[in-house]
């Protein structure tokens, strides 16, 4: 039973546009909530997390948007550019547990010049 | 965060053949876990290496198969037997950070192909 649903699958924009990425989740018992991103060969690389006491983070580019009541949070990216491109994970995992990551099935984004 | 070094960075090798796969961090780190990645897919977590214990498998993975040690706070070997062209993916160490407990770092992964 897949516990993080991710979409969508892949995505294409325009340089300097703002790609969305979609995660939901099933287990309320979940309360922490990073993002992956991973360049081809490489291994993932922690972007940002959330817990959800907070409902929005700001790292740079990257911002972190959470929603507790819907169970579903995403990664909104500023101004994007062509080494953005790469698969974005969402993952989840409940901090009083075994520190188990639960991954979403990744996003393919391509940022065009 | 922690350094994560694996080796080898890839490999091709024959079906009925093993192959062991190092991690070394080059601080101690509290959790080590491995992670297989098949082609074009996400991350499903193999076992969760324990020092000094026995590692913890998920479902769907077995020791006989995966055997796992971790001698010390700092290496991990994941062994892949009696190889097959179904265990061709990238497997990933991932260590706890050191700042936070929370926070997860990933090796660069070891490509494995079985012909």
């Known amino acids: 039973q897949q516990q993080v649903k991710q979409s969508p699958q892949s995505l294409i924009v325009q340089k300097g546009g703002i790609p969305i990425i979609n995660c939901a989740y099933e287990?309320?018992?979940?309360?922490?909530f990073p993002w992956y991103q991973q360049f081809p060969g490489k291994g993932p690389a922690l972007l940002i997390a959330?817990?959800?006491?907070?409902s929005e983070k700001k790292e740079g580019r990257f911002t972190i948007s959470f929603n507790k009541s819907a169970k579903q949070f995403s990664l909104h990216i500023m101004d994007s550019q062509p080494g953005d491109s790469a698969t974005y994970f969402c993952a989840a995992k409940w901090m009083g547990g075994s520190e188990k990551l639960v991954f979403g099935k990744g996003t393919k984004l391509t940022v065009n010049p | 965060s922690a350094v994560i070094s694996q080796k080898p960075s890839r490999d091709i090798c024959q079906r009925g053949t093993s192959l062991t796969i190092q991690c070394q961090v080059d601080?101690?780190?509290?959790?080590m876990f491995w992670y297989r990645q098949q082609p074009g897919q996400s991350l499903t977590l193999i076992a969760t290496a324990n020092q000094g214990s026995e590692a913890t498998y998920e479902s769907g993975f077995v020791i006989d198969k995966f055997p796992i040690s971790r001698p010390n706070l700092t290496f991990s070997t994941l062994t892949v037997s009696n190889m097959s062209p179904e265990d061709s993916s990238i497997y990933l160490c991932?260590?706890?950070?050191?700042?936070?407990?929370?926070?997860?770092?990933f090796g660069p992964g070891t490509r494995l192909t079985v012909l």
């Open positions: 601080s101690q780190v509290t959790m």
């Open positions: 287990n309320t018992a979940f309360d922490y």
């Open positions: 991932s260590v706890t950070g050191t700042r936070s407990y929370n926070e997860q770092f």
């Open positions: 959330i817990r959800p006491d907070v």
